[in-house]
Structure formats: structure tokens, C-alpha cells
């Protein structure tokens, strides 16, 4: 799949690898455009690109070697080895990316949802790329990772434009002057689990979108037990 797309005086250039570049400056784009849009210090949101990029390849990498430790174990010069031993992890990037936000949001005293959010549409924009770019590299005829990275795509066109109107959701703000961020990385999460099957992804997204509402899981039974005695039921069922 990650055949040499470019060879100058004995370095290469895989495919993938070139694909997996494109995503990040994709991502990194999206991130640093709403990030300034946000009055966000530009010297900050660079630092930030650069160190979440730095994170994510080596927990990207890290992750791997733990899957992979009968290739490393007594030979672990060979995790420098990229060529001969290739090989990066996903969920090694998501990790990267998160411990680079969360000492950015330390070391300039900042809220964290206002950058995870911004870090979640990023993310949301170069996936897809990954994804695609995977299938299409693979030997099936017509890849399951293409149809995911379609479907990435248009969540992440939906998140770009839930960005923006989020705010002004009743059920979110929920009679608060002011909502809260985090409906970005809510959305981000539960889209990345939906697409991917992950049922613990679905109801984390689910979960960060209902707890910075600031709902009151009481408030909301006694609702709903409210707009149910409102309905008009059939005789047989009876609500007290």
C-alpha cells in the first residue's frame, strides 16, 4: 500500500506517508484559521501546531512498537528504522495531539474546551484524507476506509457550520445567557465513533455535549415526565 512515490538521490517519498502529511497540514490550516478567527495569540497557535505535530509522531510510533514488540524487544534501535520497520497508530496521534493541547491550555492559562474545540475541527478535517487515502492505496476494489472518509467529510462539513450556530441552540444553551464550548469536540468524538462502529466513542460524544450544557439530569426526567402526561395516551396505557 505505501509504495515510493518519489525517490530524490536515495530518499523516498512514500504515498501514504505523503497523504498522512497532506491531512496534517490540512488539519493544521483548519486549526490555525479558526484559531486567529478566535483572537488567538498567532505565536501561540504556531507553537501549538508545531508541538501537537511533534507528539502525535512519536505517540503515533510508541503505540505501535507496544503492538509490535516481538519486532523491537532486545532490538529497539530498530523503532528508528522507518523504513525497514514501518508502522504508526492512530490512536497514538489522538493522544499526542490531546497532551500537546493540554500543555498549551497550562502553560498559557486558557480555557481547554476552547482549544479542544478548535483541535476537534482540525482533526476533523484531515482524517478524511487518511482514510481515503488508505482505501485507495489498498488492493480491495472498493475499500470500507473510502466510505468512511466520505462519511468524515461530511461530518466534518457539518461540524465547520455547527460551529458557528451552536450557540444559539436552545436545548444547549439551555436558558443560560451564554453557551458553553464543547460542542465541537462532542461532535467530533460522537462522528468519529458513529462512522467507525465505536460504541464507547458514540456515548463519550454524547456524554461531553450533555455535561457542558449543564443540563441537570433531574431537570430533564422531570420533563420528560412532564411532556408525557401532557400526551394523550390510549386508554390501556396509563402514566400517573
Known sequence: ??????????????????????????SSFVFYKKAIEYHENEETVFNAVLLMG???FIFSRFWFVMTKLDWFVGHWIRVLFMKEY???????????????????????KQKLFDWLD?????????????YVASGVLSTEMMSTEIVKGLLLALWFFFLWWVEGEYRTFGWYRFRKTQAKTGFVTGGFVFGLGLVNAYAVLVAVGVLIVYIRS???????????????????????????
Request: charged share 20%; net charge positive.
Open 1 to 26: 500500500m505505501n509504495d515510493i512515490l518519489l525517490s530524490v538521490e536515495g530518499v523516498s517519498v512514500y504515498t501514504f506517508s505523503a497523504f498522512v502529511f497532506l491531512a496534517f497540514l490540512w
Open 54 to 56: 511533534a507528539l502525535s
Open 86 to 108: 514501518p508502522g504508526m497508530n492512530g490512536w497514538g496521534v489522538f493522544l499526542g495531539v490531546l497532551l500537546g493541547v493540554l500543555v498549551i491550555v497550562k502553560k498559557n
Open 118 to 130: 478548535l483541535v476537534s475541527l482540525g482533526l476533523s478535517a484531515g482524517i478524511p484524507i487518511v
Open 214 to 240: 449543564e443540563r441537570k439530569v433531574i431537570k430533564d426526567l422531570k420533563l420528560l415526565e412532564k411532556s408525557l402526561k401532557g400526551l394523550k395516551w390510549p386508554k390501556i396505557i396509563k402514566i400517573k
